[in-house]
Nanobody
Framework: QVRLVESGGGLVQPGGSLTLSCVAS????????MAWFRQAPGKEREFVAA???????AYSNSVEDRFSISRHNGKDTAWLQMDSLRPEDTAVYYC??????????????????WGQGTQVTVSS
């Protein structure tokens, strides 16, 4: 059974940093995109960042100067380095995979597999 497991969330003060990790297990994917989405209370799930198998990346406007996404294909692992965190970054962060994809999609409905989510809280 294919699973995505996120880790690295927590409580951080404004201006601080966190690194989220996502590990895919149970199956070797082919030409897949790994992405991060987030969902704050009362809001829709939104795209944060994604990385393709060839290393192309995409970011939402709200995070592109502060977050960095990377991946290790051989380990089916992706990371989201989050710097200069703001209270508005508070949300549950989800890892997602779009299998058999070479190009990055921004819509959540394109992604086939989701992790359980990890809470990120930015507060003083």
């Amino acid at each position: 059974q294919v699973r995505l497991v996120e880790s690295g969330g927590g409580l951080v003060q404004p201006g601080g940093s966190l690194t989220l990790s996502c590990v895919a297990s149970g199956q070797t994917f082919d030409r897949y995109v790994m992405a991060w989405f987030r969902q704050a209370p009362g809001k829709e799930r939104e795209f944060v960042a994604a990385v393709s198998g060839s290393g192309n990346t995409a970011y939402s406007n709200s995070v592109e100067d502060r977050f960095s996404i990377s991946r290790h294909n051989g380990k089916d692992t992706a990371w989201l380095q989050m710097d200069s965190l703001r209270p508005e970054d508070t949300a549950v962060y989800y890892c997602a995979v779009e299998n058999f994809a070479a190009r990055i999609s921004y819509g959540a409905n394109r992604y086939d597999l989701w992790g359980q989510g990890t809470q990120v809280t930015v507060s003083s």
